[in-house]
T-cell receptor, first 106, second 114 residues
Framework: GQNIDQPTEMTATEGAIVQINCTYQ??????LFWYQQHAGEAPTFLSY????GLEEKGRFSSFLSRSKGYSYLLLKELQMKDSASYLC???????FGKGNQVVVIP | DTAVSQTPKYLVTQMGNDKSIKCEQN?????MYWYKQDSKKFLKIMFS???????INETVPNRFSPKSPDKAHLNLHINSLELGDSAVYFC?????????????FGPGTRLTVL
């Protein structure tokens, strides 16, 4: 089976850095996705990690530790448009976490 | 051009009715999915089809029946609708099921059962 855990909500100011954590337990792992979902919209792909370490893509970075069943998404230089829910998903059975709502304030 | 499209966008219906949601992708992808997102925003996979064949079927009531006439379409038919079926249903597609490929989501269908 699978269990994916994410904290539910955080607030941060423009220009700040936030880290969104995701822990998972799964039988069989072959990658972890991060998606961004704005209110009332569909999820959009942000990143994919299959090996341990940090993947950087502009203002967003994603980290994976397979031995710890842990990933995080790092958002730098926060902008108002980054206010959204961030979902992690383990690929093996396409199970998504509940998402972490990030609210960016001026 | 819309990559993954769903119709209708909103669906309001009475308990006990039968309804269908259609999904089409023009990305040439081999794999399509249906997800249910409930009021708590939990996104759960329901079905996945690869080249018109069912490859994932999570624990979903058999009132839900996916149909894939070709690899560009995956429709969802729901019989005897219940209050608990109210949710947003997302269709998605990816290039292949066995590799990393990211999923592209449709805009969602908000189903409300009264």
């Amino acid at each position: 089976g699978q269990n994916i855990d994410q904290p539910t909500e955080m607030t941060a100011t423009e220009g700040a850095i936030v880290q969104i954590n995701c822990t998972y337990q799964t039988s069989g792992f072959n990658g972890l996705f991060w998606y961004q979902q704005h209110a009332g919209e569909a999820p959009t792909f942000l990143s994919y990690n299959v090996l341990d370490g940090l993947e950087e893509k502009g203002r967003f970075s994603s980290f994976l530790s397979r031995s710890k069943g842990y990933s995080y998404l790092l958002l730098k230089e926060l902008q108002m448009k980054d206010s959204a829910s961030y979902l992690c998903a383990v690929k093996s059975r396409l199970a998504f976490g509940k998402g972490n709502q990030v609210v960016v304030i001026p | 051009d819309t990559a993954v499209s769903q119709t209708p966008k909103y669906l309001v219906t009475q308990m006990g009715n039968d309804k269908s949601i259609k999904c089409e992708q023009n990305l040439g992808h081999d794999t399509m999915y249906w997800y249910k997102q409930d009021s708590k925003k939990f996104l759960k996979i329901m079905f996945s089809y690869n080249n018109k064949e069912l490859i994932i079927n999570e624990t979903v009531p058999n009132r839900f029946s996916p149909k894939s006439p070709d690899k560009a379409h995956l429709n969802l038919h729901i019989n005897s609708l219940e209050l608990g079926d109210s949710a947003v249903y997302f269709c998605a597609s990816s290039q292949a099921a066995g590799s990393y490929n990211e999923q592209f989501f449709g805009p969602g269908t908000r189903l409300t059962v009264l």
